[in-house]
């Protein structure tokens, strides 16, 4: 069975960094393209961020392109987001994903795994 479980949230101020980990079991990271997505309060989950199987392409949505770097700690089998000069419209409950396939650039496509979500705060 495949569990996605994040951690790293917490409250930051903003331009602070945060580093966002999701422990995977059940699947090897290495074989499965993996995504960050987030819902903010009262909005619909947005896409993040991703990186395609073995780690060779990464997307970005532009709203956190140059802010956020998605990468694959294959030894600990997690996917992690760094995220740095964080505003307060970063604030949201982020979530990992999981799934066979390509990766998308608009990020729309579709994950099988999920994980429970993390919440991140940024304080103005």
């Known amino acids: 069975q495949v569990h996605l479980v994040e951690s790293g949230g917490g409250l930051v101020q903003a331009g602070g960094s945060l580093t966002l980990s999701c422990a995977a079991s059940?699947?090897?990271?290495?074989?499965?393209?993996l995504g960050w997505f987030r819902q903010a309060p009262g909005k619909e989950r947005e896409y993040v961020a991703s990186?395609?199987?073995?780690?060779?392409?990464?997307y970005y949505a532009d709203s956190v392109k140059g802010r956020f770097t998605i990468s694959r700690d294959s030894a600990k089998n997690m996917v992690l987001l760094q995220m740095h000069s964080l505003k307060p419209e970063d604030t949201a409950i982020y979530y990992c994903?999981?799934?066979?396939?390509?990766?998308?650039?608009?990020?729309?496509?579709?994950?099988?795994?999920w994980g429970q979500g993390t919440q991140v705060t940024v304080s103005s």
């Open positions: 994903a999981g799934g066979q396939g390509a990766v998308w650039k608009d990020g729309t496509d579709t994950y099988d795994y």
């Open positions: 059940g699947v090897t990271v290495n074989n499965y393209k």
């Open positions: 990186i395609s199987r073995f780690g060779s392409i990464t």
